[in-house]
């Protein structure tokens, strides 16, 4: 499947509930060749209304992240775990998730990233491992299916925690230094 099919037919997508409140799928945005892949719980309102991910106040909080390890958006590949927004920006449950995995399975498959970073627990509770801590496993590395995979703070906590940004930093630090040692287009 190209790019393009996938996108149109996840665009067209009615396998949970979350079809029904949506005002655009948000499929995600980026380059189609990024060696990082960012993945997100779920799109929130502003993303719903746009289409794109992190647009809102943790996507300007996630884009000053990139520019601290010299990065913006049109160099890594930023995705959701569910492509519709979840009613009141509440968590997705597992059965959205599960009805959403394929997409971001064959995103993956497109993409073959070398790093992944899962933006907060959600995420990092589905794709890294059911019982992951994100307070005491942020910024340690993992191998997932072959790829090297961490998890960060979600910026949405950081704008409501500004306590844990110093810790973030750290881990944004080790991301950059990952970046250099094993992508080879993306510096």
Request: proline share 6%.
């Amino acid at each position: 499947m190209t790019w393009e099919e996938l996108e149109r037919s996840c665009k067209q997508c009615e396998k949970c509930r979350l079809c029904e409140t949506r005002t655009n799928v948000v499929f995600g945005v980026g380059a189609r060749d990024a060696e990082v892949l960012f993945i997100g719980e779920g799109p929130g309102e502003q993303e719903d209304l746009r289409g794109e991910p992190f647009v809102g106040r943790a996507g300007q909080l996630l884009d000053e992240m990139l520019e601290l390890i010299d990065l913006d958006r049109s160099r890594v590949y930023i995705a959701n775990m569910v492509k519709c927004r979840p009613p009141k920006n509440r968590d997705p449950q597992n059965d959205e998730q599960d009805a959403c995995a394929p997409w971001l399975r064959e995103q993956i498959a497109l993409l073959r990233p070398r790093l992944i970073v899962c933006l907060g627990r959600i995420a990092a509770m589905r794709f890294i491992r059911p019982d992951f801590k994100i307070s005491r496993e942020h910024g340690q590395w993992t191998i997932k299916d072959g790829i090297m995979t961490m998890a960060l703070y979600h910026p949405a906590a950081l704008l409501r925690d500004p306590r844990l940004r110093p810790d973030t930093f750290v881990d944004l630090k080790t991301l950059q230094k990952a970046i250099r040692d094993y992508c080879t287009h993306t510096y």
